[in-house]
């Protein structure tokens, strides 16, 4: 595999490999990434965004393609100019377009935009042009991006510090596999380095990248020679940034890179968290992005590495902008595909014995049976009326969103069954069973989160093939899907309570009798041609109602799991909860432990008053003083710079206190914090996380423990006011009040 790459300049570049005594380095010469230029959008769609893209046919390059071809000549940045023949969409076939050969990895955008500044913005086409070094270079060397598990497993390094500690001081703490290696600077730094000459390992991971320049600092200040890598220094791939992605403020850290090595940065590395090391290596063999660049890649960055593998395989290229055009409709068909999947306002309450259906990664099989792609729907080929309710058609010939797709929803199938194959085997007598269960479990949750995503990212603006049509189509067919499962349903004698685009939950209708569900649901899928799985039985599930009315909160709802347990310390997997306070990561533990405890004592009595009587006890150790602080730490993330918010919130309390402290947090960050006196004004209304604070308010944490249990009773009709005159008028008379 390459391990990884460096370009170190002037078209050389280093490419490392794993071997099995290690990592092998060659310098290859003269490596000119190519990026390649066609004519205006126009000249594709047609200046009405015509249906059918059918450019003209030509044998050379048009004459302002010729005419660009004159301006770059001779340019520095330019390494060589050609002709060459591909396809600029799936729709259409492959003719003569400029060919660039730039000087370096660098020279690629410097050219791209100065095609921009040459003539208007759309007098051209771009393409090949923002693919990431190390995926462009396996596309257009041909080296694998995936290991070679046959030569031997990675070697891996851990490096972690605490989150809230910055500087160089800040390293005395660090630790190297879970175990400390000095008390100062100087003395991590030796145990760093002795570290890595005694594992020699293939990949780094960082609990934060800001470990490798106060690694080298250090090292300087020290007078110690230090190398991450295999060779002396590193390199700054990007610094840090704020971003925002459908409203929400995120934040990306600065990326690093050391040679030879493979650095992952957990604080920077969504797939590293959500599967491990194993889930990111079956991706790297999913979607051909080398695995320096799947540790920070967002899952649309991955999603589209697998899109440009698969139009590379069709001889498409991959466009620089988004620049399709969205076709006409009238305002009817507008309001009618503008919407989402289908809700059925859950009916408030507790219910007994209900059902639980989901239908199997719904999205991606929609996609897949139903042939939807950018480049099939609205195809301008066919004249037929195949989208439910929108009248869009689909084309006949294969799109290459199924395709790219199809491997994905198999090959989680096939884990599934392996999983629990894997499950029956599994325990302390074999290892090996339990290791093959962890690596099947992080190879299900990484190809779930580019099932998840795909379809959302087709709605996407900034996709590089996405297109708004296709994503309205999906939508339509699984609207038609839900409600046509729910009328079947209904019609074999289920009554059913909540409905929420791929999920249905369901009851016996009283006075009918039922048909076996198994067989509804079978006949469901036949029809559907996508599966709808039994998820499980419950006992009860309890539906919320919204904070500010009586109707059905769609995402708030909670239940026992028939034939699932309490253990004696918890609920483990006994009770499912979704969208009340144990589910949010803002959530104290304390005030989570305290919603957990009401749950029980619900699942127990069903009585308001016996859960009231637990919420009592509680608020009295928390009255007392009993409560650890470090139980009632909030993490909130920041939306803004301090100064930019114009309430003294609790956040900008922290925010300000954080400043005070010299610990810099930009926005899209998380800061966590105990209130201490949420009365005060400023800093002084919280304590940091870090700061070991001694005492709390715990009036407000009572607010907020009252707020829990509300999210337990306000199924059956028990308010905030309901549970304080509760608290206030009621004697605890349990044996533990003596």
């Given amino acids: 595999m390459v391990l990884t790459v460096?370009?170190?300049?002037?078209?050389?570049?280093?490419?490392?490999?794993?071997?099995?005594?290690?990592?092998?380095?060659?310098?290859?010469?003269?490596?000119?990434?190519?990026?390649?230029?066609?004519?205006?959008?126009?000249?594709?769609?047609?200046?009405?965004?015509?249906?059918?893209?059918?450019?003209?046919?030509?044998?050379?390059?048009?004459?302002?393609?010729?005419?660009?071809?004159?301006?770059?000549?001779?340019?520095?940045?330019?390494?060589?100019?050609?002709?060459?023949?591909?396809?600029?969409?799936?729709?259409?076939?492959?003719?003569?377009?400029?060919?660039?050969?730039?000087?370096?990895?660098?020279a690629v955008r410097r050219i791209a935009k100065r095609i921009r500044q040459y003539a208007r913005p759309d007098a051209y086409t771009c393409y090949d042009v923002d693919l990431t070094p190390e995926l462009r270079y396996c596309l257009e060397t041909g080296a694998p991006a995936a290991p070679d598990r046959s030569v031997r497993d990675l070697r891996t390094l851990r490096l972690e510090r605490p989150r809230h500690e910055s500087g160089v001081e800040s390293l005395a703490s660090l630790t190297v596999d879970g175990e400390r290696v000095g008390s100062s600077p100087a003395e991590v730094v030796v145990g760093v380095r002795a570290a890595l000459d005694d594992r020699d390992p293939d990949v780094l991971i960082a609990s934060t990248a800001d470990l490798v320049p106060l690694l080298f600092e250090a090292a300087?200040?020290?007078?110690?020679?230090?190398?991450?890598?295999?060779?002396?220094?590193?390199?700054?791939?990007?610094?840090?940034?704020?971003?925002?992605?459908?409203?929400?403020?995120?934040h990306s850290p600065a990326r690093y890179a050391v040679p030879g090595?493979?650095?992952?940065?957990?604080?920077?590395?969504?797939?590293?968290?959500?599967?491990?090391?194993?889930?990111?290596?079956?991706?790297?063999?999913?979607?051909?992005?080398?695995?320096?660049?799947?540790?920070?890649?967002?899952?649309?960055?991955?999603?589209?590495a697998m899109q440009i593998r698969e139009a590379r395989r069709r001889d498409v290229l991959v466009p620089w902008r988004a620049w399709r055009p969205e076709l006409f409709k009238s305002a009817r068909t507008l309001d009618d595909a503008d919407r989402g999947g289908t809700t059925l306002a859950p009916e408030v309450g507790v219910h007994e014995d209900v059902r639980e259906l989901d239908f199997a990664s719904l999205y991606p099989n929609i996609i897949r049976t139903r042939n939807l792609s950018p480049e099939t729907v609205r195809c301008g080929c066919c004249d037929t009326d195949d989208v439910p309710g929108l009248g869009y058609s689909v084309c006949d010939h294969d799109g290459y969103l199924p395709d790219v797709l199809g491997p994905l929803i198999d090959a989680r199938s096939e884990i599934k069954a392996d999983l629990a194959?894997?499950?029956?085997?599994?325990?302390?007598?074999?290892?090996?069973?339990?290791?093959?269960?962890?690596?099947?479990?992080?190879?299900?949750?990484?190809?779930?989160?580019?099932?998840?995503?795909?379809?959302?990212?087709?709605?996407?603006?900034?996709?590089?093939?996405?297109?708004?049509?296709?994503?309205?189509?999906?939508?339509?067919y699984a609207r038609e899907l839900l409600l046509d499962a729910k009328s079947a349903l209904e019609s074999a004698g289920w009554r059913v309570l909540h409905g929420i685009v791929d999920s249905v939950w369901v009851t016996p209708a009283e006075g009918r009798e039922q048909r076996p569900l198994s067989a509804?649901?079978?006949?469901?899928?036949?029809?559907?041609?996508?599966?709808?799985?039994?998820?499980?039985?419950?006992?009860?599930?309890?539906?919320?109602p919204t904070r500010a009315s009586d109707s059905g909160a769609l995402t708030r709802y909670f239940g026992r799991r028939r034939g699932a347990d309490s253990p004696e310390t918890g609920l483990g997997d006994a009770i499912k909860t979704r969208g009340?306070?144990?589910?949010?990561?803002?959530?104290?533990?304390?005030?989570?432990?305290?919603?957990?405890?009401?749950?029980?004592?619900f699942d127990e009595t069903r009585s308001p008053e016996a859960v009231c009587d637990a919420l009592r006890r509680r608020l009295r150790e928390l009255r007392a003083g009993e409560v650890d602080p470090a139980e009632l730490v909030v993490d909130n993330r920041v939306s803004k710079s301090v100064d930019d918010y114009s309430r003294e919130t609790l956040t900008v309390a922290a925010l300000k206190r954080a400043r005070i402290e010299e610990v810099g947090l930009a926005p899209g960050q998380t800061v966590r914090y105990v209130v201490v006196d949420a009365d005060a004004?400023?800093?002084?209304?919280?304590?940091?996380?870090?700061?070991?604070?001694?005492?709390?308010?715990?009036?407000?944490?009572?607010?907020?423990a009252v707020r829990a249990v509300e999210s337990v009773l306000a199924p059956v009709g028990w308010r905030e006011g309901a549970i304080r005159d509760s608290l206030a008028g009621t004697r605890d008379e349990t044996l533990a009040r003596y």
């Fill in 6 to 106: 460096d370009h170190l300049g002037d078209g050389r570049v280093a490419e490392w490999r794993l071997t099995p005594d290690g990592v092998a380095r060659e310098v290859r010469e003269n490596y000119r990434p190519t990026l390649f230029v066609g004519d205006p959008v126009d000249d594709l769609y047609g200046r009405a965004g015509g249906l059918d893209p059918t450019p003209p046919a030509r044998d050379g390059l048009s004459d302002a393609l010729c005419d660009l071809r004159a301006f770059l000549d001779g340019q520095t940045a330019v390494a060589d100019l050609g002709v060459e023949s591909h396809r600029q969409t799936f729709r259409t076939t492959a003719r003569p377009l400029l060919r660039i050969d730039a000087a370096s990895i660098d």
């Fill in 220 to 250: 300087d200040a020290c007078g110690v020679d230090i190398e991450l890598g295999r060779r002396p220094g590193y390199t700054k791939l990007a610094s840090e940034s704020t971003y925002t992605s459908y409203g929400r403020v995120g």
């Fill in 520 to 544: 509804v649901a079978d006949e469901i899928s036949r029809a559907a041609g996508v599966e709808l799985e039994y998820e499980c039985a419950f006992d009860w599930v309890a539906f919320c």
């Fill in 421 to 476: 194959d894997a499950a029956d085997r599994a325990d302390a007598a074999n290892p090996a069973a339990a290791d093959q269960r962890e690596r099947l479990e992080a190879a299900s949750s990484a190809i779930k989160w580019i099932l998840v995503s795909c379809f959302g990212y087709q709605g996407f603006s900034n996709a590089k093939f996405g297109r708004i049509e296709c994503h309205e189509a999906i939508n339509a």
């Fill in 580 to 601: 009340i306070e144990g589910r949010q990561r803002s959530t104290p533990a304390w005030v989570e432990d305290v919603q957990r405890e009401a749950l029980c004592v």
């Fill in 681 to 704: 004004r400023g800093p002084a209304r919280v304590r940091l996380a870090f700061e070991d604070a001694d005492r709390y308010d715990a009036a407000w944490y009572e607010d907020a």
């Fill in 261 to 304: 090595r493979v650095l992952l940065d957990e604080s920077n590395s969504f797939f590293y968290h959500e599967s491990g090391l194993a889930g990111c290596l079956d991706l790297v063999e999913r979607s051909g992005l080398p695995l320096q660049e799947l540790g920070w890649a967002s899952i649309g960055r991955v999603l589209t």
